[in-house]
């Protein structure tokens, strides 16, 4: 039987964080390219552009997408990067690397990343897919995935995480749905409860159907939860790897659909499938905003939905 996940808060530094700003901050959401490597000195000048590049145009939080790191198993020979299996076991080699790289990065920038997700091993044997999120002053701390797809029970015997969290940073509390976790609309309920005002999604989707079903989910959960949802894809295709051969996406930063906010939800968006950076100016304040003053009233009669609790059949 599955557990329903428990909720927990990120521990507030009190030094950092006497309370929020809430003020407007530049966040940048990749459309992020799969390559192959070669060795380590070439993506840790990869990342580096990619950080350095958001950092210089003003962003101060940054997303990228789920299993980006998958490009690693590049680092290894082919009959390891060609293996589900073991590009998994030899990816373990390089986590302590990835994790210091991303922690470094935040810290020379003094900004938040949100660096996608790796597949980190458990004692046990079995892997869970986890989005680290990156402070500025050095601290960190991950989301796991807790809904697996297909793929991921049937061929790469990647497990579900079982706890779910909620972020404070400077701006207010943040969450994370690591994409499939997108289209299921408790998970996000449950972090906007508990204070979140923005959802960052780092997905990664290999057909456009997949793609448009986590882009569905995530302008769900910002209508239905009147809140921010960042999506951030992996794109293009990398036919040496067998986990992340196709990639198809867009970037993109989600919004309630009510006054003050685009008509249709869409404040900003990439170019499909092309390899960038996505940025928008945000202000949480503005979700305090439309939920006292909307049209309608999304978040606040979520309860309403549950008054009857059976279903009559006519016929």
Same mark, same amino acid.
């Given at each position: 039987?599955?557990?329903? @996940?428990?909720?927990?808060?990120?521990?507030?530094?009190?030094?950092?964080?006497? %309370?929020?700003?809430?003020?407007?901050?530049?966040?940048?959401?990749?459309?992020?390219?799969?390559?192959?490597?070669?060795?380590?000195?070439?993506?840790?000048?990869?990342?580096?552009?990619? !950080?350095?590049?958001?950092?210089?145009?003003? %962003?101060?939080?940054?997303?990228? @997408?789920?299993?980006?790191?998958?490009?690693?198993?590049?680092?290894?020979?082919?009959?390891?990067?060609?293996?589900? #299996?073991?590009?998994?076991?030899?990816?373990?080699? !390089?986590? %302590?690397?990835?994790?210091?790289?991303?922690?470094?990065?935040?810290? /020379?920038?003094?900004?938040?990343?949100?660096?996608?997700?790796?597949?980190?091993?458990?004692?046990?044997?079995?892997?869970?897919?986890?989005?680290?999120?990156?402070?500025?002053?050095?601290?960190?701390?991950? /989301?796991?995935?807790?809904?697996?797809?297909?793929?991921?029970?049937?061929?790469?015997?990647?497990?579900?995480? =079982?706890?779910?969290?909620?972020?404070?940073?400077?701006?207010?509390?943040?969450?994370?749905? *690591?994409?499939? =976790?997108?289209?299921?609309?408790?998970?996000?309920?449950?972090? *906007?409860?508990?204070?979140? =005002?923005?959802?960052? !999604?780092?997905?990664?989707? #290999?057909?456009?159907?997949?793609?448009?079903?986590?882009?569905?989910?995530?302008?769900?959960?910002?209508?239905?939860?009147?809140?921010?949802?960042? /999506?951030?894809?992996? !794109?293009?295709?990398?036919?040496?790897?067998?986990?992340?051969?196709?990639?198809?996406?867009?970037?993109?930063?989600?919004?309630?659909? #009510?006054?003050?906010?685009?008509?249709?939800?869409?404040?900003?968006?990439?170019?499909?499938?092309?390899?960038?950076?996505?940025?928008? #100016?945000? =202000?949480?304040?503005?979700?305090?905003?439309?939920?006292?003053?909307?049209?309608?009233?999304?978040?606040?009669?979520?309860?309403? /939905?549950?008054?009857?609790?059976?279903?009559?059949?006519?016929?």
């Amino acid at each position: 039987m599955n557990c329903i @996940p428990t909720l927990s808060v990120g521990t507030i530094n009190p030094v950092i964080f006497p %309370a929020y700003m809430h003020t407007p901050f530049r966040l940048a959401t990749a459309q992020y390219d799969i390559s192959f490597l070669g060795d380590w000195a070439n993506y840790e000048n990869k990342i580096s552009r990619w !950080v350095g590049a958001a950092a210089d145009n003003g %962003a101060k939080l940054l997303l990228f @997408p789920e299993y980006f790191s998958m490009e690693l198993a590049s680092l290894f020979l082919q009959e390891i990067y060609g293996s589900l #299996d073991r590009q998994l076991d030899a990816m373990q080699s !390089v986590f %302590a690397d990835f994790h210091r790289l991303f922690q470094t990065q935040a810290q /020379q920038h003094q900004v938040h990343i949100v660096a996608g997700s790796y597949p980190v091993r458990q004692n046990d044997g079995s892997y869970r897919n986890r989005a680290y999120l990156f402070y500025p002053d050095g601290r960190s701390d991950f /989301q796991e995935k807790l809904q697996m797809t297909r793929f991921e029970n049937e061929q790469w015997s990647i497990k579900a995480g =079982d706890s779910l969290k909620v972020f404070d940073t400077a701006w207010g509390r943040i969450g994370i749905n *690591v994409c499939y =976790d997108s289209e299921f609309p408790m998970l996000a309920r449950r972090q *906007v409860e508990a204070g979140a =005002d923005l959802i960052l !999604v780092p997905s990664c989707t #290999d057909t456009l159907a997949g793609y448009w079903r986590v882009r569905i989910g995530c302008q769900a959960r910002a209508l239905e939860n009147q809140c921010y949802v960042v /999506q951030s894809p992996t !794109v293009g295709n990398a036919p040496w790897s067998e986990a992340v051969d196709v990639n198809i996406g867009a970037a993109a930063v989600y919004t309630p659909v #009510d006054r003050g906010f685009p008509d249709d939800g869409v404040l900003v968006i990439g170019e499909l499938n092309q390899s960038q950076w996505v940025y928008a #100016d945000i =202000d949480l304040a503005n979700i305090a905003t439309v939920r006292r003053e909307g049209q309608v009233f999304n978040y606040r009669d979520w309860p309403g /939905q549950f008054r009857c609790d059976s279903v009559t059949t006519v016929l």
